[in-house]
C-alpha cells in the first residue's frame, strides 16, 4: 500500500517560470486536496477535487495557479509566472468520500518550492 | 470565524516524560472533527489520532491520547513515554460541515523536543 506520492520532492526556479507539481493519491481515494505551507505556519487550503471534479477553490489559488485531475487520479498543480511570495512547500492530500468529519486526509511529504 | 489556536510554539520534554500539546478550537457547528498531525523535518504531515464532536470518549491511539473538552473547546494531546522520534511539528486541525467536510483548518502549529 503506498502513500500519497509527489513529485519533485524539490523545485528552485527563477522569478517568472512556470513549475509544475505532480500529486499521486493513494489509489482508492476519490477525493484529493492541495495546501500550502509557508514556514512557521500550518497548511492552509488551496483545492479540492472529488473525481476529476474541483469542487472548491480558496481564494489564495490566484489566476496563476492551475489545477487539474484530468482522469480522476493523479493531479497537477500549476504556477505560472512565479513569484518570490510563492516560495512555500505545497501539500497534496487524499481521502475518502464516505461523509462525515472523521475521513482522515493523508498526506504526501509535500514539493518545497524556492523563487530566487 | 473558524479558528484553531496553538498557544505553545515550541515545548520541551525529558524523554519517557509525558507531554501536552494544547489547542483551542472554535467554531459553531454542532458537528465538527478534531485531528492532530505530526510533521517531521522531512515535511510530510503523518496522521496521529481523530476526534468526533460528538464521540462521548476521549480518543487514544497507542502513546497519544487526546483530552477533549468540548465546553471549553479544547483539544489537548497528550503524548506519554516521549520517544526521541516525537520530536517534530504538530499541528492540530479542524473539519467542519461547511463545504461538505471538505476541508482541514490548522493551527500554527508546537515545535516538540525530545531531550534524551
Known amino acids: 500500500d503506498t502513500g500519497v506520492s509527489q513529485d519533485p520532492r524539490h523545485k528552485i526556479t527563477k522569478r517568472g517560470q512556470n513549475v509544475t507539481f505532480r500529486c499521486d493519491p493513494i489509489s482508492e481515494h476519490n477525493r484529493l486536496y492541495w495546501y500550502r505551507q509557508t514556514l512557521g505556519q500550518g497548511p492552509e487550503f488551496l483545492t479540492y477535487f472529488q473525481n476529476e471534479a474541483q469542487l472548491e477553490k480558496s481564494r489564495l489559488l490566484s489566476d496563476r495557479f492551475s489545477a487539474e485531475r484530468p482522469k480522476g487520479s493523479f493531479s497537477t498543480l500549476e504556477i505560472q509566472r512565479t513569484e518570490q511570495g510563492d516560495s512555500a512547500m505545497y501539500l497534496c492530500?487524499?481521502?475518502?468520500?464516505?461523509?462525515?468529519?472523521?475521513?482522515?486526509?493523508?498526506f504526501g511529504e509535500g514539493s518545497w518550492l524556492t523563487v530566487v | 470565524a473558524q479558528k484553531i489556536t496553538q498557544t505553545q510554539p515550541g515545548m520541551f520534554v525529558q524523554e519517557k516524560e509525558a507531554v501536552t500539546l494544547d489547542c483551542t478550537y472554535d467554531t459553531s457547528d454542532p458537528s465538527y472533527g478534531l485531528f492532530w498531525y505530526k510533521q517531521p523535518s522531512s515535511g510530510e504531515m503523518i496522521f496521529l489520532i481523530y476526534q468526533g464532536s460528538y464521540d462521548q470518549q476521549n480518543a487514544t491511539e497507542g502513546r497519544y491520547s487526546l483530552n477533549f473538552q468540548k465546553a471549553r473547546k479544547s483539544a489537548n494531546l497528550v503524548i506519554s513515554a516521549s520517544q526521541l522520534g516525537d520530536s517534530a511539528m504538530y499541528f492540530c486541525?479542524?473539519?467542519?460541515?461547511?463545504?461538505?467536510?471538505?476541508?482541514?483548518?490548522f493551527g500554527a502549529g508546537t515545535r516538540l523536543a525530545v531531550h534524551p
Open positions: 486541525a479542524m473539519r467542519r460541515p461547511s463545504g461538505g467536510y471538505n476541508k482541514l483548518i
Open positions: 492530500a487524499s481521502s475518502l468520500s464516505t461523509g462525515g468529519s472523521g475521513n482522515t486526509i493523508y
